[in-house]
């Protein structure tokens, strides 16, 4: 796990740095980033008790690794490395016992965390991952595909708008997730295998 979580941090350490050289040191607001996409995770899975209405948990995943991205970013700060980091969060999930809440409940106390600390709680985040059905294998592989894809968009023309999101009649994001099913989340260069993966069907669909 801590190898895994070592990984993930690393790729968002370089996402951000992105979009702000020294991130870290600006203390952007990412738990109310995080908060805010909690709330957006309850309008997918439903709340509304006067209308009838389905939980879509594919877009309640999809909502919770993009938590996990802002909840990263909120664990930097200065003086602590990616290593700390990430044993530190390791050390937290082993010791955590389940709560056992529902998704909603789950969601509503990561959220409440967030406000109360403006940090951010792996293990309440772990709750909301049992919660919603997910596993850490399950997280990492959508992590790590999504964080590729918005490094691929980038190197793409993402930012200057030639880059092309539909590819033959279906999203990007929806050949991601075609392609992570192809592919050993377990391999070392699980990663650039997604880049690559991305860039071949990229080619052949999109630019053809």
């Not at 439903?46 to 909502?63: H, I, N, S, T």
């Not at 992590?143 to 009649?169: A, P």
């Not at 099913?181 to 880049?195: M, P």
Request: net charge negative.
């Amino acid at each position: 796990m801590k190898q895994a979580l070592v990984t993930m941090l690393t790729m968002q350490d370089r996402m951000n740095t992105r979009v702000h050289e020294n991130w870290v040191e600006q203390h952007f607001d990412w738990y109310r980033a995080a908060w805010i996409e909690c709330g957006e995770l309850i309008d997918h899975y439903g709340f509304k008790w006067w209308k009838k209405q389905e939980p879509d948990m594919e877009q309640v995943r999809l909502e919770a690794v993009d938590i996990w991205h802002f909840g990263m970013s909120a664990l930097f700060v200065e003086g602590k490395d990616i290593e700390q980091i990430a044993r530190e969060m390791a050390t937290e999930l082993e010791a955590h016992a389940p709560s056992g809440l529902d998704v909603r409940e789950a969601t509503e106390a990561l959220a409440l965390y967030c406000l109360q600390t403006k940090s951010f709680s792996p293990s309440l985040f772990w709750d909301l991952m049992l919660a919603s059905d997910m596993g850490f294998d399950d997280l990492y592989r959508s992590y790590v595909g999504k964080n590729v894809l918005n490094f691929f968009r980038q190197d793409h023309g993402y930012k200057e708008g030639s880059y092309i999101k539909n590819w033959d009649g279906k999203e990007d994001n929806e050949h991601l997730v075609e392609l992570l099913a192809t592919l050993d989340v377990d391999d070392a260069e699980f990663a650039d295998h997604v880049y690559w993966a991305l860039e071949k069907r990229y080619r052949e669909t999109a630019l053809d």
